[in-house]
């Protein structure tokens, strides 16, 4: 359909719309004419990603001088699925074009993801992982290696053909207007013998539509190289950001331990004996980057050279934060460590430092400027060197001749420790701990420099990008994104769904078939009784419940726990008796294979049931829409572990710059997790499923209140205190009425016509209007 709002002509793919669509576009557009940034929750399953797609590329289409929409997703099926999306909504553009002059107006998008994922050279591909992918890339691509091959063609120096034929097409080595996947991309680069991951890397600058991970905006050691050049016009779009803050923080956080100092010693090592060699045989290349220093080298001086060199690595990117303040970037870098042979004994006097560090015998805790306040003390070394030191290690390794490869991974982590200690005095600590916290017994120190504060990370996007969305299913409580996250969005909407039959049943579970409350209380967890209560429930609903079951727990540790003890107490075999049982394991390829599996038993009718873990690969990142997922039981609250000191800080950095009270931000989390795991079994308004959330602690209004709007909508109070016997009884009942013929041609009282779109539109639509139009469509 095509229809006005507010004003602007938006091409929708499909005859209908939600209202809940409706109204985000309008909150969408709001934040577009503001220019400025937006918070946004739409419920799961109610088409939010062609919702935005459709919305922003018509605005471009409208208002030529909106810059690119940077699409930022976790995981490259999710990225898959926006473009596939994308691809629909341009051919349905295509189609209403036809007719007139010129047909529809032409967008170049694609995907950008690592060399592992586009590489199509018959030897690099077949590398095992993403780093070995990177390393073999770059020994091919290097512009020395490249400038050697030139001039030694005798040598049978070896390089990338298909790097090669791109670089030789020139101004043509470019794709035409169209959407591009991930699959396309190489389809393209075989057809024409070039290199995708270059070749995307190339358009991304004439891009209309650019989707990519989270890291590529969030990570300054990857966006100064691949968003460098980016205008402010963009529009930049996080989706499923629920989880953005933790992905700030990891962005800059950085740990040492003891192996990691050993590698870099090696490092070091290497670079010492490689600087002699260099000034045996060719000295004046040392020289001329000792010039180059001197004569007052910019820390983004480097970087630029190093974009165009073409050597760079997704994940080893040299370091240009551009958070840094504008007196530190127009800084040349200090004289102490111009010199390869000064450099690298500062990166020897460095190491030395942190080993002295490691040698505890219990928890230190230090801020920036504490650390730095030693190091000066111990080995006399200041805080502006620190700060270049990413900086001056990337133009030492360019004139050594050396790539960036996993050998180097140690002495790259040890700059990147520097150089963030070194530019933040607040908003980081600094944790030595002598042992893992949760294997006392074991000596492991480590040193762990973690950011506090995810505004860090985030603030260059909210201050470069005019508009900036962060949306998900699950934000609530939505108010508190903007005290985490420190920036002032001009729109903060909570949508809710518009159903035409209650396909939604979330229940509380608070007591097993003995009447004894249920719970992971940490004093509570390992009872017998709790545990027993907790099997025994899962036996019945999956005696009850058709398909697939999936059930999440608070941890991979209690999940082990309670799958034993099931299995001492023969409910594991009863388990099985009724369904195959798969399990998630930390190991990627396991869990891909066990839900395969799960998925061949929910299609031939067998059913099954999926162990999970809040937090995990499953919980983030797969859908279990239809039969694969009929029921979701929450085991518990998934609190993060209380006991780290990491958190600790954390928790008390919030409380002192925020002003979050430490309970507030444990159950903001751990309810957000709890919702994000029960919405996985809801994809679309035809679908339905039972989400049991077995804890006592969430029929309180602390817990219950934080859950999203469009679950607890569908909350009743009968459901809030329920023992087996009354799931039980509910679970029959919803299956029961679920199993209905479902007449489809329903779901027309809960959509809107392109007619009634339009005639919103011109009565000025507001919430409530949107609302009226459903109630009237309904009736």
Not at 95 to 112: N, V
Not at 324 to 347: K, Q, S, Y
Not at 421 to 433: L, N, W
Not at 478 to 507: G, K
Request: hydrophobic share 40%; with cysteine.
């Amino acid at each position: 359909m095509r229809f006005q709002l507010e004003g602007l002509t938006v091409y929708f793919p499909y005859q209908f719309i939600y209202p809940e669509q409706y109204q985000y576009m309008l909150e969408l557009k709001h934040a577009l004419d503001a220019k400025g940034h937006c918070l946004l929750e739409m419920p799961t399953g109610t088409g939010k990603t062609i919702t935005l797609l459709s919305l922003i590329t018509s605005y471009q289409l409208a208002h030529p001088e909106t810059g690119k929409l940077i699409y930022c997703t976790r995981t490259v099926p999710e990225m898959e699925k926006v473009l596939a999306e994308l691809k629909e909504l341009m051919e349905y553009r295509q189609r209403y074009f036809q007719d007139t002059a010129g047909g529809a107006p032409k967008i170049l998008a694609l995907g950008l993801s690592s060399r592992k994922n586009l590489c199509i050279h018959p030897m690099v591909s077949e590398e095992g992982t993403r780093e070995s992918v990177d390393a073999r890339c770059m020994k091919l691509t290097a512009p020395w290696v490249r400038e050697r091959a030139g001039k030694e063609p005798d040598h049978d120096i070896e390089t990338c053909a298909l790097y090669e034929g791109l670089e030789g097409a020139g101004p043509e080595g470019r794709l035409d207007a169209g959407v591009y996947t991930l699959h396309d991309l190489r389809v393209w680069g075989r057809k024409h013998q070039w290199c995708p991951y270059f070749l995307a890397r190339r358009m991304i600058a004439y891009a209309n539509v650019v989707v990519y991970n989270y890291q590529y905006m969030l990570d300054p050691k990857v966006s100064q190289m691949v968003s460098r050049e980016f205008e402010r016009e963009c529009v930049v779009v996080f989706d499923e950001a629920h989880n953005i803050d933790n992905v700030c923080i990891e962005a800059l956080s950085v740990n040492i331990r003891s192996q990691t100092l050993d590698a870099a010693t090696r490092n070091i090592g290497s670079l010492k004996r490689e600087i002699e060699r260099v000034k045996r045989t060719d000295e004046g290349r040392l020289r001329q980057e000792y010039q180059r220093l001197v004569q007052g080298l910019q820390a983004q001086g480097v970087l630029q050279e190093d974009a165009r060199g073409g050597g760079d690595g997704d994940a080893q990117q040299w370091l240009a934060n551009p958070a840094l303040p504008e007196d530190i970037v127009r800084e040349a870098v200090p004289g102490n460590i111009r010199r390869a042979e000064h450099f690298v004994a500062f990166l020897q006097r460095f190491v030395a430092y942190l080993r002295t560090r490691l040698a505890v015998d219990q928890v230190v805790s230090d801020t920036p400027t504490s650390f730095l306040a030693s190091l000066q003390q111990a080995v006399a070394i200041e805080g502006k060197t620190l700060r270049f030191c990413y900086d001056r290690l990337a133009s030492l390794m360019k004139t050594l001749e050396i790539t960036a490869s996993d050998d180097f991974h140690g002495v790259h982590l040890v700059a990147d420790f520097a150089t963030l200690v070194g530019t933040y005095s607040r908003g980081f600590a600094i944790i030595t701990e002598p042992y893992d916290d949760r294997l006392p017994s074991v000596p492991d120190p480590i040193i762990q420099l973690s950011c506090l504060d995810a505004s860090l990370a985030v603030r260059p996007v909210f201050a470069k990008y005019q508009t900036v969305v962060i949306t998900s299913g699950t934000l609530s409580p939505i108010d508190l994104y903007p005290r985490i996250l420190n920036f002032s969005p001009v729109c903060i909407a909570s949508l809710n769904m518009t159903l035409t039959r209650d396909c939604l049943c979330p229940v509380v579970l608070t007591r097993g078939g003995d009447q004894l409350p249920v719970s992971t209380k940490f004093d509570m967890r390992s009872d017998p009784q709790v545990i027993r209560n907790y099997g025994r429930m899962l036996v019945d609903l999956a005696a009850t419940v058709p398909d697939g079951v999936v059930a999440f727990f608070v941890s991979y540790s209690y999940m082990d726990q309670i799958v034993s003890r099931w299995n001492d107490m023969g409910i594991l075999q009863e388990l099985m008796a009724h369904k195959l049982v798969f399990i998630e394991t930390q190991d990627v390829v396991e869990t891909t294979l066990a839900l395969d599996n799960f998925r061949r038993a929910c299609d031939c009718g067998r059913g099954a049931v999926f162990f999970s873990v809040a937090r995990g690969k499953v919980a983030e990142g797969i859908d279990f829409d239809r039969h694969y997922g009929r029921c979701v039981v929450m085991f518990g609250v998934p609190y993060q572990y209380t006991l780290s000191r990491i958190l600790r800080a954390r928790l008390e950095y919030l409380r002192e710059t925020f002003q979050i009270k430490e309970n507030d931000y444990l159950a903001f989390d751990a309810v957000r997790q709890a919702a994000q795991c029960v919405g996985r079994v809801i994809r679309s308004k035809a679908d339905y499923g039972l989400m049991v959330l077995a804890d006592k602690r969430y029929q309180r209004h602390d817990k219950r209140d934080k859950l999203p709007a469009w679950i607890t909508q569908h909350l009743k109070d009968s459901h809030l205190n329920l023992s087996t016997d009354m799931l039980l009884c509910i679970a029959r009942d919803f299956m029961r009425s679920m199993a209905q013929p479902y007449d489809r041609a329903a779901v027309g009282r809960s959509l809107l016509s392109e007619a009634a779109v339009n005639a919103l539109d011109t009565a000025a639509p507001s919430a409530e209007a949107v609302g009226l139009a459903d109630m009237q469509t309904d009736g």
